[in-house]
């Protein structure tokens, strides 16, 4: 039997156009953790699985994680997220560098779920992570690295809204309004996380299933009808815990930032670590309503590691998710064609040599230079240079070769000159 041409299921093939525009989204993602002073890392494919058992979360550790025993008998898995990476790399550093630490990194991961729009089990992910920051600049900072990243693909408030909540405001709904205990306030973060995802019906069934009396479940009820950071003040009435998220918005708001926030009670992440404030980044376009984009503050990560516990924050956006936003916006450049400066072609055999030797000089000087490995034609010169993405053409013919000068044309302009091939500090300039 013949073996498939397609790739895995859930994974992608990523030829020439496909790459560029991966290329293109890591180039943005890059420069703009660069903007902010962040230092790239990465860290091994394989992890212990002990290292997500720890605090990932039961759904990833029961089905999500490619896991196997290795010929050492040790139980390994495909990375399916970064951030227990980074924090036992910091962890193994932390007492001897400079804080804050500012890492971030372009990862690959896997997870094994169902393929879908948006959601593949083989992505690319920016995760950019902060430690041992001031109380609440952290998540500042953060914030502000999303927001610029999004804003250097064109995007602004109109593309996506930010929405926040906090989970010590979840902890204390739970434990100090509803008096439940830790099993129960467990199942209902699970119900919390995936409110907006079901119908009313099945919400409501699910609430019933926890057994909450009436009095709990009106004060449940208020806690997810809640829609704005007003309404969040109101229900906390001045407990202490509403002092941070108002402080946090007050500031973000000094900065600029306030059209891009929406407060939202259903955002808890699903993962374990998280311990602060939490967020996700929504797309706001009608045929792309979703989550892009998310993050939050996790205090006592570095204690699975018998460490002092730092406080972290961090956001991971994945390159399927941002693909799509960028697409459906119409943000996207056109990656059908490479980027090149010059296309040497040569008409005889006896202009090779000198068309390749151009070539090689330009090289040395720092040009994208591709050239035909073959005499052709001059008719076919201009449609081969233009495939390529060539924004000049170098033409070697016999009277070139006489003169020993070449011809340039400029794709866009359609201008031509000449110039000696002994200048080549002046044929760069001119290709500059």
Sequence with gaps: MALSKRPYKGTRDFFPELKRGQDF???????????????????????????????????????????????????????????????????QIHRE?????????IANLMRYERPQKGRLREHWQFNCDIFGAPEGQGEVEILQVAIALLNNFG??????????????????????????DDEKALKLYKIVDRATKVSKEALDK???????????????????????FGDLMQFLAGSEV??????????MEELGYLPYLKYDPTIVRGLD?????????????????????????????LKIFDETPLAGVGLGLGDVTLMDFLKVHNLLPSFERPSNDLFVSFQTEEAKIP????AKELRSNNLNVITTLEPLKFKKIFPAAEKKGARFVAIFGDKELENNSVQFKNMQ??????LSLSDIDKIVEYLK
């Design 273 to 301: 670590y998280y311990t602060g404030m939490v967020f996700e980044i929504f797309d706001k376009h009608p045929e792309n309503r979703r989550a892009l984009c998310g993050g939050g503050a996790f205090a006592d990560l």
């Design 206 to 228: 699910m609430i019933d299933e926890l057994g909450l009396s009436d009095e709990q479940r009106k004060i449940f009820s208020d806690y997810l009808s809640l829609n704005s």
């Design 97 to 105: 560098v400079t804080r804050p630490i500012r890492w971030f990194t």
């Design 413 to 418: 302009t359609k201008e031509q000159t000449e």
């Design 355 to 358: 068309a390749l030797k151009l």
């Design 242 to 251: 509403a002092t941070y998220l108002p402080k946090f918005v007050d500031q």
């Design 25 to 91: 989204l890591f180039q943005k993602m890059s420069q703009t953790a660069h903007l902010f002073g962040y230092e790239p890392y990465d860290g091994p494919l394989l992890e212990e699985v002990d290292l997500y058992r720890a605090k990932s979360g039961e759904e990833l550790i029961n089905d999500q994680i490619y896991s196997f025993i290795d010929r050492g008998e040790r139980h390994v898995a495909i990375r399916p997220e970064m951030t227990p990476t980074v924090a036992r790399m910091v962890a």
């Design 155 to 180: 995007a602004n408030e109109k593309h996506f809204e930010i929405r926040l909540n906090d989970r010590k405001i979840v902890d204390y709904t739970f434990n100090q309004l509803l008096k439940i």
